[in-house]
């Protein structure tokens, strides 16, 4: 399968930045979409940016012209630029990938998740 490895979280006051990176690995024929989600507590998990192999971006309204998601297609990495960073930002952020990968029969289609990382915004 494809393996999601995520960094960048922790503790960051309000109007602060914070850069999530999220790095794919495994036997990947081709990646479609990578994205963002988050979910804070007792909520839903949420989409906060996606941005598919080619063509544009997308946004949570929440996020938009504060969040922006870089991609290397040649590293398969997606990064999460966090800017302006208000307290109801607090949340688990999970990367999450699709696309295509080499299993033992030929080619497979896999759907990724990362294991999150913590991004706290508080004075």
């Known amino acids: 399968q494809v393996q999601l490895v995520e960094s960048g979280g922790g503790l960051v006051q309000p109007g602060g930045t914070l850069i999530l990176s999220c790095a794919a690995s495994?036997?990947?024929?081709?990646?479609?979409?990578m994205g963002w989600y988050r979910q804070a507590p007792g909520k839903q998990r949420e989409l906060v940016a996606s941005?598919?192999?080619?063509?544009?971006?997308n946004y949570a309204d929440s996020v938009k012209g504060r969040f922006t998601i870089p991609r290397d297609n040649a590293k398969n990495t997606v990064a999460l630029q966090m800017n302006s960073l208000k307290p109801e930002d607090t949340a688990v952020y999970y990367c999450n990938a699709r696309g295509r990968y080499w299993c033992g029969a030929g080619l497979s289609d896999f759907g990724s998740w990362g294991q999150g990382t913590q991004v706290t915004v508080s004075s």
């Open positions: 941005i598919p192999s080619g063509g544009s971006t």
């Open positions: 495994g036997r990947i024929f081709s990646m479609n979409d």
